[in-house]
Nanobody
Framework: QVQLAESGGGLVQAGGSLRLSCAAS????????MGWFRQAPGKEREFVAA????????DYADSVKGRFTISRDNAKNMLYLQMNSLKPEDTAVYYCAAQKFGGTAGFYDYWGQGTQVTVSS
């Protein structure tokens, strides 16, 4: 099994920045692509960003393109999300997720507990 633990959330003013981190533990050798998702109150969980195992390919939701940057450090089993120019509509619980090698394409097998990000106007 793989365990994922997010950190770095908090309260920030609009226009500010936050860096989320996700620490992976357990069978980390089984992790392939990773991603960030978020869920705002009363809304469904939505995709934010994803990154391939080697980091050469990234993908972003249109709503965060140009403001958020996803990265990973496989040697440290860490995933990051740098969030700049934050807006009140970015307020949500942010989740780290991972796909396993050999798993269903596009399906995330492991999830963290989430970290709250609140952006005040």
């Amino acid at each position: 099994q793989v365990q994922l633990a997010e950190s770095g959330g908090g309260l920030v003013q609009a226009g500010g920045s936050l860096r989320l981190s996700c620490a992976a533990s357990g069978r980390t050798f089984s992790i392939n692509a990773m991603g960030w998702f978020r869920q705002a109150p009363g809304k469904e969980r939505e995709f934010v960003a994803a990154i391939s195992w080697g980091g050469s390919r990234t993908d972003y939701a249109d709503s965060v393109k140009g403001r958020f940057t996803i990265s990973r450090d496989n040697a440290k089993n860490m995933l990051y999300l740098q969030m700049n120019s934050l807006k009140p509509e970015d307020t949500a619980v942010y989740y780290c997720a991972a796909q396993k090698f050999g798993g269903t394409a596009g399906f995330y097998d492991y999830w963290g507990q989430g970290t709250q990000v609140t952006v005040s106007s």
